[in-house]
């Protein structure tokens, strides 16, 4: 027993360290300088077509005038600054999610520790 909420608690803080902790913003064009450290994740066009990244064969880039990058279906797609109406920029926020998987820990153990001690009780 002990095991399996060992092992449900070490899968909830690697689910929750994978997902992060996002802050997500949306922007025009124009603006898109101001958030060099921010990863550009979808854009909404000027024919309102929605086009989502993906990061994990690189980052999407601001080369000139376009923004390009990989799709999640891992073909290359390049998009004129011209065409974009609205960008959905986002940044990994290290310390909330550090915060978050700590909580976690500490009241997923507290909670085991709070089981055992009844289940002791009780027998």
Same mark, same amino acid.
């Given at each position: 027993?002990? /095991?399996? %909420? $060992? ?6 803080? &690697?689910?929750?360290?994978? @997902?992060? +902790? ?19 994740? /979808?854009? %909404? $066009? ?6 989502? &990244?993906?990061?994990?064969? @690189?980052? +999407? ?63």
């Amino acid at each position: 027993m002990f /095991k399996k %909420i $060992t092992a449900l608690i070490t899968l909830l803080c &690697f689910i929750l360290c994978v @997902g992060g +902790c996002y802050t997500r913003r949306q922007i025009p064009p124009e603006q898109l300088t101001q958030y060099p450290k921010y990863t550009i994740s /979808k854009v %909404i $066009t000027t024919n309102e077509d929605t086009i989502k &990244f993906s990061h994990m064969k @690189g980052k +999407c880039v601001i080369k000139e005038d376009r923004i390009e990058g990989f799709l999640r279906d891992s073909t290359f797609r390049s998009i004129p600054l011209s065409e974009v109406k609205t960008i959905h920029i986002q940044k990994l926020k290290t310390g909330k999610t550090i915060l978050v998987v700590t909580g976690v820990t500490i009241f997923g153990l507290g909670g085991l520790a709070f089981l055992c001690w009844a289940l002791a009780a009780g027998t």
